[in-house]
């Protein structure tokens, strides 16, 4: 999009991404796979690494097959020449089922309409599509009710154009590593397994978990895994840190863009959140709201210069974050900044940004807008 425009140079704030630490990332959680499958989660746009290059470098990596959220995803992958099995993670709308067949993704199915409208859609193209049935074990998001998976088997299973390739689940309470639920999440699953293979209804790929099982549970890695984040380099939990070793591959970097000394008792930035105590210098970072640069890191998170961590202050605009850097030797324009990543001897991590606004790290990295270049390394 931007490589369009006839530009001499770019924002200075751009996400780096390490595609070498992601390749070895995959290798990590494919020792753990031993002969099941390989799904790669690259969802929202690969959690904010930019979803073709790295559908791209999954593949190459070694993943069997990819997982995205959208079909608009699964369709960007196949324009770019992926020609592994997509699955599409989330529910969908029966208004998408005609792009589903085109782009030859496999639709996850919980409701009898899907199915339907997919079935009729197959027919008239005369064509037969995978599809993966979603069982609820718990998470009560989407899926088709255990007690249900009987009745709607005998309503779907034999429809025209549909080839019920998998059945799966998907947990709630893994990562936090709650094994009590989890078992009983996981055994509801084989039960209804069990239950269909008795009527007649069989599948040949059967998958449950997200990276938590993927590191943590062999047991329950059944024929195929979906890891996400942890191919990013972040475990959901930090328990799971000396089980696989991983490596953050999204860095982000900025600069310096001014730098102005402002006198004791000087409010700084909207609202006047921030209050000089003496004589300080104030500098301004371009990054902010627009990027995806949270509100909440106001007055509370930091970034690094010359390795040294300075201080956010004053509120977070859409455009601008402005920083203390008083404290720090030689400081000038032009300076890079680490907003997340390592700097000399520090690092600011994607986790403690998801500590300073109170949520998780998927959601750090997702957030990253467009607006951010990123630069393949
Ligand atoms: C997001 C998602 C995953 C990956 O979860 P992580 O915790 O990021 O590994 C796996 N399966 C489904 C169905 C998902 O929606």
Redesign the pocket.
């Known amino acids: 999009m931007l490589q369009s425009l006839r530009l001499s140079s770019y924002s200075p704030t751009i996400a780096e991404i390490d595609l070498k630490a992601f390749r070895k990332n995959i290798q990590v959680l494919k020792k753990h796979t031993k002969n099941n499958l390989l799904?790669a989660?690259i969802?929202?746009n690969a959690?904010g690494h930019g979803i073709v290059p790295i559908g791209h470098e999954a593949i190459k990596a070694g993943a069997d097959r990819l997982?995205v959220?959208t079909v608009e995803e699964g369709a960007m992958l196949r324009e770019s020449g992926i020609t592994a099995p997509i699955h599409i993670?989330?529910t969908i709308s029966p208004m998408q089922v005609a792009d589903v067949i085109t782009y030859s993704l496999v639709a996850?199915i919980s409701s009898l309409q899907l199915a339907k409208e997919l079935s009729r859609e197959a027919t008239l193209k005369n064509r037969i599509i995978p599809v993966h049935l979603?069982i609820d074990t718990g998470l009560h998001r989407f899926g088709v009710d255990p007690d249900n998976a009987i009745d709607f088997c005998t309503t779907c299973y034999h429809q025209p154009g549909l080839n019920w390739e998998g059945i799966?689940?998907?947990f709630s309470r893994?990562?936090e590593g709650d094994w009590v639920t989890t078992g009983k999440q996981f055994a509801l699953f084989m039960g209804t397994v069990q239950e269909l293979k008795n009527a007649g209804f069989t599948f040949s790929i059967h998958?449950v978990?997200?990276?938590?099982?993927?590191i943590e549970r062999e047991d329950m890695r059944l024929d195929m895994i979906?890891?996400?984040?942890?191919?990013f380099g972040y475990h959901?939990a930090l328990r799971q840190r000396n089980i696989a070793p991983l490596k953050s591959v999204m860095k982000l970097k900025s600069q310096l863009l001014q730098i102005r000394e402002l006198p004791p008792n000087t409010a700084v930035g909207y609202g006047g959140n921030y209050v000089t105590t003496s004589t300080e210098k104030i500098a301004v970072v371009p990054i902010g709201l627009g990027d995806g640069y949270k509100r909440s890191f106001s007055n509370n998170g930091e970034m690094l210069v010359k390795g040294i961590r300075a201080k956010i202050v004053g509120t977070v605009s859409l455009d601008q974050t402005l920083i203390d850097v008083t404290h720090i030797p030689g400081v000038e324009v032009g300076d890079e900044v680490v907003v997340m990543g390592k700097q000399g001897n520090d690092e600011i991590t994607a986790r403690e940004m998801a500590g300073w606004m109170n949520s998780i790290v998927?959601e750090v990295l997702a957030s990253m807008t467009q607006r951010i270049r990123r630069v393949y390394v």
């Not at 978990?209 to 993927?214: A, L, V």
């Not at 979906?226 to 191919?231: H, K, Q, S, T, W």
């Open positions: 799904l989660v969802k929202t959690y997982g959220s993670l989330s996850s979603k799966y689940t998907h893994a990562d998958h978990g997200g990276s938590t099982i993927t979906r890891p996400g984040i942890a191919l959901p998927d």
